[in-house]
């Protein structure tokens, strides 16, 4: 997985009153949980871009006066209406501990169904996994190549070394879907 920096401060008062004074000069109030105590510390709004408004995940190296902890994004909330971030949660990080995450998915390759006038439909654009930190991927490339029209590809056929899906099994990721054109193209073709 791919890692970013994130430099904070602790916070040394916490209830509404220091949260709104934080915010004001554009900080983000955070919470650090999953190691031996909880750290509550807050980090520059602009440290938050690349972590945030990305699909890809990462490995957070959380520097809180100067102190180093790993750490991955378990949640951020977000201002009902201006594009700023409210809250952010992390989860510390055990090399022996398995973790819960959401992984995008990356579809490869062009379908069998596609060139026969099917359309290739993403039913889900990330999977939930389980595994240790290393062992977890950027990304869940599935291969499409095989594919034809009305076939899927299941939760429960995908397989990774070290890694638990925790979606349903019977869920489909990604669908080769009959098109209208391929629809009346099928019915108006003469049978033999």
């Known amino acids: 997985m791919k ?29 650090l949980y999953g190691g031996k105590e909880v750290i509550h510390f807050y980090a520059e709004d602009a ?23 790993s750490a991955i994004l378990q949640d951020a909330q977000f201002h009902p209406v201006e594009e700023r971030i409210l809250h952010c949660d992390f989860l510390e990080i055990n090399p022996e501990k398995p973790i819960k995450i959401e992984i995008p998915v990356k579809i490869e390759g062009y379908a069998k169904g596609e060139r026969a006038g099917g359309k290739k439909k993403l039913n889900l654009r990330r999977l939930k996994v389980k595994g240790l930190v290393q062992h977890i991927p950027d990304n869940i ?16 056929q995908l ?34």
Not at 4 to 16: A, C, H, N, V, Y
Not at 47 to 69: A, N
Not at 144 to 154: A, E, M, P, T
């Open 159 to 192: 397989k990774y070394d070290n890694l638990e899906f925790l979606n349903t099994k019977s869920v489909p990721v990604v669908t080769i879907t009959v098109t209208r054109a391929a629809r009346a193209a099928m019915s108006a073709a003469p049978t033999k």
């Open 47 to 69: 440290e938050f871009r690349k972590l945030i408004y990305t699909s890809s995940v990462y490995v957070v190296d959380l520097s809180i006066d100067g102190t180093k902890k």
């Open 3 to 31: 890692s970013i920096e994130i430099s904070g401060s602790q916070r040394s008062g916490l209830g509404k009153k220091e949260t709104k004074k934080l915010r004001a000069e554009n900080k983000v109030p955070c919470v």
């Open 141 to 156: 490339a599935i291969n499409v190549d095989d594919l034809d029209v009305g076939q899927s590809v299941r939760v429960g």
